[in-house]
Structures are given as C-alpha cells and as structure tokens.
C-alpha cells in the first residue's frame, strides 16, 4: 500500500483524520452541512441576547406558562328540527 492520500481504484481516496466522500458534489455540500447543521445552531448572537439559538429556544421554553385544560361541557350539536 502507498502512502496516505493514495486512491484504492474506488475512485474514493483515504486521508489519515479526514472525511472521506465518494463524490465531489457530496465534498461540497460538506462545508454547508457544517454551517447549518453545527456551527450556527451554537455559535453565540448578539440579537439573541449573546445566546446560541439552541440555548435561546432552551430559555425561551422554560419560561412558557403550562396551561390547564379548561372544565368545559362537551360540545353538542344544535337541534335543527
């Protein structure tokens, strides 16, 4: 076996601590995926208070007000006779 870097005839290449992708538009997408998927769900923003946005929904929910369910009478048709 040759050095690392080195194709395998699967026209996939391995890299010691990489990412290996079997098409150039799934290496791509990759940069993407790491953005939406990661970085911006934990990155801290100013407009959400120095929040990431998971720690805002996080915060934002535990503030909410559990509502009881109301002592209504079951709904009944009108009589159209």
């Not at 934990?42 to 559990?66: A, M, N």
Request: glycine share 12%; proline share 10%; charged share 20%.
């Amino acid at each position: 076996m040759s050095g690392a870097g080195s194709g395998n005839g699967s026209g996939c290449v391995w890299t010691p601590g990489r990412r290996v992708f079997a098409a150039r538009a799934e290496a791509n997408l990759a940069p993407f995926e790491y953005i939406d998927g990661f970085h911006n769900s934990w990155r801290i923003q100013e407009r959400l208070d120095w929040f990431s946005p998971i720690g805002f929904e996080e915060k934002h929910y535990t503030k909410q007000v559990v509502v009881e369910p109301a002592d209504l009478p079951p709904c009944q048709p009108s009589p159209t006779g």
